[in-house]
């Protein structure tokens, strides 16, 4: 069997976003985990590795996440910006349906119960 290209991923900051979004999307994506930081090495990797891919950056909506997204934005210029509601400031925090309809919008397949 033919493996599959997997063409969308999404940039979160921890490990508990990862297994939310995990758990919402429907469709083969990948999911990358910052952990808050990212070193010079591991962006430099991240760049040659997400060169031909859709790139889309899901990250709190905090202090820290909008440094990393600051950063990010700049490595990835042509990156899609996903943003959750200010109110939940956390991914992992925000609710499934909101996540999905998030998600959706970027034209990511999510799981219809959360809809």
Known sequence: MAMVEIE???IV?????????ESIISEPVEI????????TARL???VD???????????DSDEAGEKLRKQLR???PKAEHLYIDKMYREVAAAPKHHI????????????????
Do not use: M, P, W
């Open 8 to 10: 969308k991923v999404i």
């Open 13 to 21: 900051e921890g490990r508990s976003d990862k297994k939310k979004l």
């Open 32 to 39: 990358i985990c910052t952990n808050g930081t990212l070193s």
């Open 44 to 46: 430099d990797e991240l």
């Open 49 to 59: 590795e997400l060169y031909d891919k859709d790139v889309y950056i899901l990250v």
């Open 74 to 76: 700049h490595e990835f």
């Open 100 to 115: 999905a309809v998030v998600l959706l919008s970027a034209n990511i397949d999510v799981h219809a119960q959360y809809l």
